[in-house]
Every structure is written in C-alpha cells, then in structure tokens.
C-alpha cells in the first residue's frame, strides 16, 4: 500500500465524500466541487499513487492496489464509508470499492470512465513512451482531450494550468497506471454493485463516449444516467456547476436510503444473533472474504434486518417455518444450522418431532426422514 496525499474540507462530522482523480491530475482538478460540497460534507481529494504529491513505487500498478490505497487512507482517518467520487482512472477505483468493498462505499458517481479501457495496447504503448520519454512529452495531446475545442479555444490558460499538472506527473506513476488500465476489466462485477449510482457522461469526450458510458450505466442496477453537452473528458471542470449540482442531489436523494441500510443492518444483525447464536454470527463474519462480504451484507440487512423483523410472526413461529421449509428443500447445510439454533435457544424436541412429522406429509418421508437424522445428531452432540 501506498499513503496518498489529500486534501480535506468541511466538517468531518458530515458524510464523507471522496474524489478520485483521471490519469495524469493531481486533486487540484476537484476545486469546483471541493468549494461548493464543502458546507454539506467532509470533503477529502486525494492524488492516486505516482500523481500529485502521493509517492510513485516502481513496476506496473493494478486498480485492486489503486483502490487499497484509497482503503489504507480512509482507515487511517477514521472513515467506515464515503460517498465516492471517480473520474477516468478514479472511476475505475471506485467501482472496483463499490464491487469488492460495498461497506465502504455510500454512494457511488462515475465520470467519464469505463468498465474496461479497451484496447489495452494503447495503454501499454503509452507506458512505454512516458518511461522512455517523460510525461510531459505527451501532455498536450492529453490535455487536448480533456475539454472541447470551443472552450480551449476561449481558455488558453485553463489548458495551460493542465498541460502543467499533467507534465508534473511521475513517469513511473503515470506508467503504472497506464499498465493498471491496460489490464482493467470491471464488466464482470457490475452486478454486484449495490451502492447508488449515479453515471455522468460528457457528449464530447473522446476517450470514454456515451456509448461506453452507458454500459455502466445499463451494468449497474438502478443507474441514474446523464449526458453533459457540452463536455469532453473532463467534464467536472467543463460543467463543474451541472456536475456539482448532480453530486449534491445524489448524495442528498441518497442519504434516507443509506440511513434504512445501516438501521437493517443494525437490526439484522441483532436478530440474526438472538436466533443463531454469536458464536455461529462471529465464526460467520471472521470467515467472510471480499467475494462474500456482499452477500453477508445482503442475508443481515435483507433476510434478517426486514423478513425476520416483520412484526406479523413471533421469532418462534418463525422458527417453525424455517425449519419446515428447509426441510421440504431437502437444504441439509442450512437445516442442520437451524436445528442447533433452535435447540440452544431452548426450543423443545419434541415440536421438531411435530414439525418433521408434518413436512413428511405434505413435502416427502426422505426429506423428513433425514431431517430426523440431523435432529438426533444435534441432540446428541448437544448433551454430550
């Protein structure tokens, strides 16, 4: 891991927002947004590794590392989640957090990025000519594709300021990047993307078109998707009011959603534990992975933050049922797991007797005549 610099604005008792830069900027290309989020939220702009005044390291970079850094920087402040904010090579990071780390991320804006940067060539061949050439060697004809002719032409010292802070970029930093988009392919995970999302496009960017756009957009369930136009690649400098406004509302639109997600989880959790047990909770969270946490996140805040929690059946009746069901599946995993609970919790053998008797009626003897099996086992093993 790699300890970014950052910037940090506002009052870091509001929601936190995240922005993570293109390729090739450094957090200076936020100053719109920082200003005008400010007064609403903990603002934190952070150069990504090798940019800005972050430190470079050496050989090729991955998004996975890219993001980890980002992860790194919010545990070391004290942030559990943040409303983040990618644009180019930033929303590459951010899906890939909003994939793999769900719980870190609140909501999620996608400026002028991509699920994949294809082809990957041209990111190699662009490695190659910054490590042999510098960075500064190819600064305008990047820059060229950062804003629109028509506002080029008015700003000269808007592109100026650009071409500056894209030459300032380290070699090394820049390559490694480069190599990281090269090999970047988030279409996989875009349905396991559950935060908010908000896709902002701009009509004139040439590097990541509507079209390719509208692939995150179409990829990401519920995606709020948007069109500037103008507006090239950097879209948040072109339209900063527009793009700032969108933030604002997504992040606003956002927060009763995000306050019944954390309250499900709250309450998911608490019931989850007075049914199965903290032990059997805490084995279950101590083994979860990057490739589960979604699902533990869903089963808590879903099955048990909502279902469970329903007022219209006691947690016994509720009880009853589950184990008649898993019963009639023929759901051996989760049946024998059910069974134990229940007889920790006092119920008594002889209703599973009822209850496996029943099943066997209405759902098939085998079932239920396996169901007896796990019950003997349980018992045996919770009396020994």
Same mark, same amino acid.
């Given at each position: 891991?790699?300890?970014?610099?950052?910037?940090?604005?506002?009052?870091?008792?509001?929601?936190?927002?995240?922005?993570?830069?293109?390729?090739?900027?450094?957090?200076?290309?936020?100053?719109?947004?920082?200003?005008?989020?400010?007064?609403?939220?903990?603002?934190?702009?952070?150069?990504?590794?090798?940019?800005?005044?972050?430190?470079?390291?050496?050989?090729?970079?991955?998004?996975?590392?890219?993001?980890?850094?980002?992860?790194?920087?919010?545990?070391?402040?004290?942030?559990?989640?943040?409303?983040?904010?990618?644009?180019?090579?930033?929303?590459?990071? &951010?899906?890939?957090?909003? +994939?793999?780390? $769900? !719980?870190?991320? *609140?909501? #999620?804006?996608?400026?002028?990025?991509? @699920?994949? %940067?294809?082809?990957?060539?041209?990111?190699?061949?662009?490695?190659?000519?910054?490590?042999?050439?510098?960075?500064?060697?190819?600064?305008?004809?990047?820059?060229?594709?950062?804003?629109?002719?028509?506002?080029?032409?008015?700003?000269?010292?808007?592109?100026?300021?650009?071409?500056?802070?894209?030459?300032?970029?380290?070699?090394?930093?820049?390559?490694?990047?480069?190599?990281?988009?090269?090999?970047?392919?988030?279409?996989?995970?875009?349905?396991?993307?559950?935060?908010?999302?908000?896709?902002?496009? &701009?009509?004139?960017?040439? +590097?990541?078109? $509507? !079209?390719?756009? *509208?692939? #995150?957009?179409?990829?990401?369930?519920? @995606?709020? %998707?948007?069109?500037?136009?103008?507006?090239?690649?950097?879209?948040?400098?072109?339209?900063?009011?527009?793009?700032?406004?969108?933030?604002?509302?997504?992040?606003?639109?956002?927060?009763?959603?995000?306050?019944?997600?954390?309250?499900?989880?709250?309450?998911?959790?608490?019931?989850?534990?007075?049914?199965?047990?903290?032990?059997?909770?805490?084995?279950?969270?101590?083994?979860?992975?990057?490739?589960?946490?979604?699902?533990?996140?869903?089963?808590?805040?879903?099955?048990?933050?909502?279902?469970?929690?329903?007022?219209?059946?006691?947690?016994?009746?509720?009880?009853?049922?589950?184990?008649?069901?898993?019963?009639?599946?023929?759901?051996?995993?989760?049946?024998?797991?059910?069974?134990?609970?229940?007889?920790?919790?006092?119920?008594?053998?002889?209703?599973?007797?009822?209850?496996?008797?029943?099943?066997?009626?209405?759902?098939?003897?085998?079932?239920?005549?396996?169901?007896?099996?796990?019950?003997?086992?349980?018992?045996?093993?919770?009396?020994?």
């Amino acid at each position: 891991m790699t300890a970014l610099a950052y910037d940090r604005h506002g009052d870091p008792t509001s929601p936190t927002v995240v922005l993570l830069g293109s390729l090739g900027s450094d957090r200076r290309m936020w100053a719109p947004q920082v200003v005008a989020l400010s007064p609403i939220a903990d603002v934190i702009a952070v150069d990504h590794r090798g940019h800005g005044k972050s430190p470079s390291t050496p050989g090729e970079y991955k998004i996975e590392e890219l993001a980890g850094d980002v992860v790194e920087l919010l545990d070391s402040l004290g942030v559990d989640a943040a409303h983040v904010v990618g644009l180019s090579l930033g929303g590459a990071v &951010g899906q890939w957090l909003a +994939a793999h780390r $769900p !719980e870190r991320v *609140r909501t #999620l804006t996608l400026l002028c990025t991509a @699920a994949t %940067f294809e082809p990957a060539q041209q990111w190699r061949d662009r490695a190659a000519t910054v490590r042999s050439d510098g960075v500064g060697s190819i600064a305008e004809q990047i820059v060229g594709r950062w804003f629109t002719d028509t506002l080029a032409a008015h700003d000269l010292e808007l592109v100026r300021q650009h071409v500056a802070m894209v030459a300032a970029t380290s070699a090394e930093g820049y390559a490694g990047s480069c190599d990281a988009l090269a090999e970047w392919d988030g279409r996989p995970d875009l349905a396991r993307i559950v935060a908010p999302t908000l896709v902002v496009a &701009g009509a004139q960017d040439p +590097a990541t078109p $509507p !079209e390719v756009m *509208r692939e #995150l957009a179409d990829g990401i369930a519920g @995606a709020d %998707f948007h069109i500037l136009d103008p507006g090239a690649h950097l879209v948040s400098v072109e339209q900063a009011g527009r793009v700032t406004a969108l933030i604002r509302e997504h992040i606003i639109r956002a927060a009763p959603v995000d306050a019944y997600r954390d309250a499900a989880v709250e309450v998911g959790m608490r019931i989850r534990r007075s049914v199965l047990g903290d032990a059997h909770v805490d084995h279950a969270m101590s083994q979860a992975t990057e490739f589960t946490k979604p699902f533990q996140d869903f089963i808590t805040r879903t099955a048990w933050g909502d279902i469970w929690a329903r007022p219209g059946l006691d947690h016994h009746t509720r009880r009853l049922l589950t184990l008649a069901i898993l019963t009639a599946v023929g759901n051996e995993h989760e049946l024998d797991m059910h069974i134990r609970a229940a007889l920790r919790a006092g119920m008594n053998p002889d209703e599973l007797v009822e209850v496996f008797l029943h099943t066997a009626v209405y759902a098939g003897v085998p079932n239920s005549n396996r169901a007896f099996a796990l019950g003997k086992q349980a018992l045996r093993d919770l009396t020994e």
